[in-house]
């Protein structure tokens, strides 16, 4: 009996002392961790990147570098992160493309969206805008429509690549507006503004970010947003829908890592990119180029995701695309 209470005892010290002291997690990050950039320089994904990339550095006193990695609308970049170790030292900043519509475009993709990856942290909602070369004469969409159409297949619009919104917005504008259109898609935003620019190209769906500092200057005219609403940072320009009701395209981005990696990993980089996405300073910034924020979990931005994912693909799929 004496030895029963004994090893009753014992038992009850071994179990207190398990939950007391349970197996700790490795330490994270203990080196440089990379955040992959699907994207070329210049553009949104890559700016916002490199935003959360120094200020992680400094939180965790640890490097986060920020490398390029583009082609395929970033689906170069992103598969290199879905075949990575799921380890949380490899991470994209993936998109609207990348994560949701590409695999609807794509004949032979590399990975799969969803399965591939786990959701770490949702980072904004970039509105788009139409901007044509101010040497096109059309002051607001209906008249570039009756431009276009008087012109078949004399237009082209350019991206930053096949499956980008850009490039989807492109499409459903020439579906919905029934016009005839050249899809000219780039190595990223920043040549197709500069083609834009210089007359190659005469119209192109960008976000705003990317292409604001530009209409300020006068070197490209905007002719309206591409979201449902208009924006703030550009109260005077309507709306895409307010000619062609229902057209609604913008584009988001977000930070993933590989499929698998551990729990405490990703919500432990959530959280801080959720602090760095509301600090005054940043959010001023977004306010400014026509861009919101709001918190997400890793749950509900993997659910943002995978809604996201559905959306497009019930609208991609009766697309014509190049």
């Known amino acids: 009996m004496l030895a029963r209470c004994c090893l009753v005892i014992l038992l009850s010290i071994a ?4 939950a007391q002291n349970p197996a700790q997690n490795p330490p994270y990050p203990s080196g440089t961790v990379k955040i992959i950039s699907p994207f070329a320089t210049g553009g949104i994904a890559d700016t916002f990147a490199r935003v959360i990339a120094q200020q ?3 939180v965790f006193h640890q490097p986060f570098v920020v490398e390029n990695k583009t082609g395929g609308g970033g689906n170069i970049g992103a598969d290199l992160v879905a075949k990575a170790a799921p380890n949380g030292y490899t991470l994209v900043m993936g998109s609207i493309g990348t994560h949701a519509v590409n695999q609807y475009l794509v004949k032979d993709m590399p990975y799969d969206p969803i399965r591939d990856f786990s959701p770490v942290a949702y980072v904004m909602n970039a509105e788009g805008l139409l901007v044509i070369n101010p040497s096109v004469p059309a002051n607001n969409v209906g008249e570039l429509i009756e431009l276009i159409r008087s012109q078949p297949g004399k237009f082209s619009f350019g991206s930053g690549g096949n499956g980008t919104s ?3 917005a492109g499409e459903l504008f020439k579906a919905m507006a029934k016009v005839d259109m050249v899809h000219v898609p780039y190595k990223g935003n920043t040549l197709a503004i500069n083609d834009l ?3 190659q190209t005469q119209m192109m769906f960008a976000t705003m970010p990317t292409v604001l500092p530009f209409v300020k200057s006068g070197m490209l005219r905007a002719l309206a947003v591409s979201g449902r609403s208009r924006s703030d ?3 005077q320009v309507p709306t895409v829908a307010e000619t062609l009701p229902g057209f609604d395209v913008t584009n988001w981005i977000g930070l ?3 499929a698998g990696t551990p729990a405490y ?4 980089l959530n959280a801080e990119v959720n602090k760095i996405m509301q600090e005054p300073a940043v959010l001023g910034r977004l306010q400014a180029e026509g861009a919101t924020f709001s918190p997400m979990t890793p749950q509900q931005f993997g659910a943002f995701q995978r809604a996201e994912a559905d959306k497009w693909g019930t609208l991609v799929r009766g697309l014509k695309l190049d």
Do not use: Q, R, Y
């Open 233 to 235: 940072a550009l109260a």
């Open 265 to 268: 990993i990703v919500d432990k």
């Open 256 to 258: 993933f890592a590989p």
């Open 166 to 168: 850009g490039h989807l």
């Open 197 to 199: 620019i210089g007359g």
């Open 15 to 18: 179990t207190c002392a398990f």
């Open 56 to 58: 992680l550095s400094e």
